[in-house]
Structure formats: C-alpha cells, structure tokens
C-alpha cells in the first residue's frame, strides 16, 4: 500500500468471454458506470467482440480500438502485446482470474506510482467469500501485489452493480402502463397477449424447457413466453414446428411462444420490467432480475461435479428460505432434486405464491441497496490503497 494518495483517473478492465453474455455484460455496465457515473477514463479489454456485439450492437468486430459510450474498447488478441508504462491504468480489474497480458504486468510493476491491481470475481452467496473480500495476494516474483474482490449480497462483499438511476427508470416504466404496452408490441407482442402471463427465457440449453412447455400448454392461464434467439433452441423449435429465428412464434393451447432478436442491455432491462416472471441465467441477467422487482427463477452456469448446486443453495436460503414454491421450482430448473419432478405441482404453487414472491423481491432489494453499489465500493476500496 502506498503512503501517497492519488486521484484515480484511468482503469483498464480485462474480460475474457466464458459464458457467452454474462461476462461481457457484467463488465460492459461496470465500465459505463464508472466513466458516466464517476469520471473515470474507463478502457475494456474484450477478447471476443462478436459476443459484445451482441449485447451493444455499436460494436465493431473488425476494430482493434473503437470507443463506445466514451469508453475505450480494445480487442484483447493474445498474451504476447508489448506494453510501455504511460500505457498503464491507476487501476488495473481482471474479471474472473483472466490472466493479463505479462508485459502488461511487467510494466504495471516499473509505474511510478504502482496501479491498484484488482481481481473482480463472480458472484456468490456462500459465506467463505466475506472472508475472502479485499485479501491481498503479493506477486511471487514483483512487486506488485493484487487484492480480491467480491461482489455479493452483504455489507462484508462489495454489493452489486447498480447505476444511480436504475431504481428511478425502472419505477417510472413500470407505473406507466402505455410505455409497457408500446415496448412490448415493438416485440410484436398482440394486444390479446397483453393480458396473458408474460414470461421471458433466459436459460442455458441444459434447462427442462420441454417439460415446462408441456405444463404451460395445459394451463388455465394463458402465458406468453419471449425468449432470446438462439436460447433454448431445441425446445423452441420443437414448440414451433420450424426454425427459431427472430421474429417466429406459434401458439398451442393456452402457450404461445415469441423469439425475439438479441437486445441491447437497456432493453433486456426493459424486458424484465415488463414480464411478470422471468427465467434468468448466470451473473449479468440474475443480477439485472434482482433489480426488476418481479418474480424469477435463476438457471445458473453449470460447473463439473455440480459445484454450482452449493452456490445455488446458497442464494436460495439467502432469498427465499420462506418460499417453497421458489426453491422447489429452482432445485427442480437446475436439476437439483434427487426425486422425480411434479412440474404441474411446483408450478401450480409458484403461481400461487406470485404475490408472496413480488413482496420479497421489494423486501429483498431494500436489503442488497443498504450495502451500496459494487462501482462505488470498488473505487473506495482502491482510493484507500492509494
């Protein structure tokens, strides 16, 4: 730690793509925020710009250097780059352990005065991380050292992502029928399904989509399903009866199912506000679901030997520890149970409980805001080291 304070006024945020959207998702709103919010000259590192793009269509994914939202946008290629020190950011972020560039690092240790180097990891609920958050780890070789951080959902993590309006956008949207009306007959939802249960999907392809189709086909509440393009795809288009393109629907029985075209972050948030359910997955979208105050289900990304089981647990006994019908339907979504699934009874009783469900999420946002943003509390923590 240095003695001298110093104002921070760059950071360069490395993100190396694993699950798809969530990762460059996660660190696209992190790296907005803190140029937007807190004036920080904010340059993303990305390795795979044709999944950016699919979230931020102004991406170029021939451009080795673009700027989008005034936030600088490198194509991170390999690990052989040549860096010299005034390349440097005050603070340096990995996203996920990713592995920056060595002579990144190498010049990282001859900048006078050093970065704050960062290690941003993935959200979990379990309790070990509390422990974990904001510990140093010392280079074997440099001096340099790198600190731990965690986002997460107590005072003892550093929060989650939040921009400072969020709460007042998604307040006045959902209070104003006729911008949800208008938003989702742009989706080429009818004035008929206005009225149906509107659910959007968000899952990976190991999600028992099927067997929640069969259950919603035989409702007695008509359902309208919007589901990305390319999510769930063997489902959908055996639901269909053709290829799941942007734009294709098709209704049976009490189901009608949408595919809409992949939307800029800003949408998707619009989406979740307008559903009355929503089917979420991995980090980005879990974490936006939190903030839209409706009732969800999270599809977590699968880890070998169903690590991901424990962390799922650990969410669930954190946020829904008194609603059954939440954790027998999410145990039972992510292959969790160790019995035969009753879909018609598990979701039979989420129904039930969908106004139980909405009074937790209020319950369960003012819970997550009394910790602060995860932007904020990451450049408090840096600016003490510095």
């Known amino acids: 730690m240095h003695l001298q304070k110093t104002q921070t006024t760059s950071l360069a945020l490395f993100c190396k793509v694993v699950d798809n959207y969530g990762d460059i998702g996660i660190c696209w709103r992190l790296a907005k925020q803190l140029e937007q919010e807190h004036g920080i000259a904010v340059t993303l590192w990305v390795d795979d710009l044709l999944s950016f793009q699919r979230i931020c269509p102004e991406i170029a994914i021939d451009c080795d250097t673009q700027k989008i939202a005034h936030v600088t946008v490198r194509h991170w290629r390999d690990q052989d780059a040549q860096f010299a020190v005034d390349e440097i950011a005050d603070i340096v972020i990995e996203f996920f352990a990713c592995d920056i560039p060595p002579a990144y690092i190498g010049a990282m240790a001859a900048r006078t005065p050093r970065p ?27 001096s340099l050292t790198k600190h731990f951080f965690f986002p997460g959902f107590t005072n ?38 206005m009225a149906s249960l509107k659910v959007s999907l968000f899952c990976y392809p190991q999600a028992p989509v099927s067997d929640v189709f069969e259950i919603w086909k035989s409702s007695g509440t008509a359902i309208t399903c919007l589901v990305p393009e390319g999510v769930a795809s063997h489902a959908v288009e055996t639901f269909l009866g053709r290829e799941a393109i942007a734009g294709a629907t098709a209704t049976r029985a009490a189901l009608t199912v949408r595919v809409l075209p992949f939307m ?11 559903c009355d359910l929503n089917f979420v997955r991995g980090e980005d979208s879990f974490v936006r679901a939190q903030w839209a105050g409706r009732p969800f289900i999270w599809h977590i990304y699968p880890q070998d030997e169903n690590l991901h089981h424990v962390k799922l647990k650990a969410f669930l006994q954190r946020y829904a520890s008194e609603l059954a019908s939440v954790l ?59």
């Open 116 to 142: 704050v180097w960062l290690n941003l990891e993935g959200l979990t609920a379990e309790e070990w991380v509390e422990g974990c958050h904001t510990l140093p780890s010392p280079h074997p070789r440099l």
């Open 264 to 274: 800029p972050q800003p949408d998707y948030d619009k989406l979740l506000w307008a």
């Open 156 to 193: 003892k993590t550093g929060g989650l992502l939040l921009e400072t309006r969020l709460e007042q956008q998604r307040q006045a949207f959902q209070s104003d029928r006729a911008a949800i009306t208008d938003f989702l007959m742009q989706l080429g939802v009818t004035a008929s399904e």
């Open 328 to 386: 027998s339907f999410s145990l039972a979504w992510n292959g969790a149970t160790e019995h035969a699934v009753d879909w018609f009874a598990i979701w039979a009783s989420l129904l039930t409980d969908r106004q139980k469900i909405t009074d937790r999420s209020a319950a369960w946002q003012a819970e997550l805001l009394a910790n602060g943003d995860l932007s904020s509390n990451l450049l408090k923590f840096a600016g003490a080291l510095r």
